[in-house]
């Protein structure tokens, strides 16, 4: 089965750090480009950040930018985002998702969606 | 920043009507349009991409329509399964965005 899984959420105090994993299944990550996209309670969707199919380039929203990196272990197929200096207004659930990449192209549709874990920045 | 305006916040729809939801962008994104469909407690779920195009294993039921700013979601007729909250995306630049969504509930 194609799926996404993410785990690493958890409660940590302003200022602290946190790394979140994304482990993809049924299919090879590093052929995909990939995204986080988090969502405060009782809110909307937010996008946070974005690497390419090669890992070439990577793009931060300017709220992260700074703090958080995008990265991937192709040895483990798996997208992780490290958080630094977190701040109460980063506490969301965080998905991760893949985005299509052809020969030609990368779309850029969040197209398979991970279940999410929450990450609680409270002191 | 393109700012995504989607109307309305709430669609009250009994069972088996039409919903139309609609999607606008502040400035034009050609057809880099996504919808997406969230379901309590649920991630997200790609319906639409391309404006138009369903993704794979989305019922006929749901078209997606419009190019440059003013985009639109049809169901054509709501399954019980359907109740939950739409949001477009755009993809044309960075940041990508997000409308803050339509909760479409049962009337």
């Known amino acids: 089965e194609v799926q996404l899984l993410e785990s690493g959420g958890g409660l940590v105090q302003p200022g602290g750090s946190l790394r979140l994993s994304c482990a993809a299944s049924g299919f090879t990550l590093s052929s995909y480009a990939m995204s986080w996209v988090r969502q405060a309670p009782g809110s909307g969707l937010e996008w946070v950040s974005s690497v390419t199919g090669s890992g070439s380039s990577s793009f931060y929203a300017d709220s992260v930018k700074g703090r958080f990196t995008i990265s991937r272990d192709s040895s483990k197929n798996t997208l992780f985002l490290q958080m630094n200096s977190l701040r109460v207004e980063d506490t969301a659930v965080y998905y991760c998702?893949?985005?299509?990449?052809?020969?030609?192209?990368?779309?850029?549709?969040?197209?398979?969606w991970g279940r999410g874990t929450l990450v609680t920045v409270s002191s | 920043e393109i700012v995504m305006t989607q109307s309305p916040a709430t669609l009250p729809v009994s069972p088996g009507e039409r919903a139309i939801l609609s999607c606008r962008a502040s400035?034009?994104?050609?057809?880099?349009l996504a919808w997406h469909q969230q379901k309590p407690g649920q991630a997200p779920r790609l319906l639409i991409y391309g404006a138009s195009t369903r993704a794979t294993g989305i019922p006929a039921r749901f078209s997606g329509s419009g190019s440059g700013t003013e985009f639109t979601l049809t169901i054509s007729s709501l399954q019980s399964e359907d109740f939950a909250i739409y949001y477009c995306?755009?993809?044309?630049?960075?940041?990508?965005?997000f409308g803050l969504g339509t909760k479409v509930e049962i009337k």
């Open positions: 995306q755009q993809y044309y630049n960075w940041p990508r965005t």
């Open positions: 400035q034009g994104i050609s057809s880099n």
């Open positions: 998702a893949n985005h299509v990449v052809t020969a030609r192209e990368t779309y850029w549709y969040f197209d398979l």
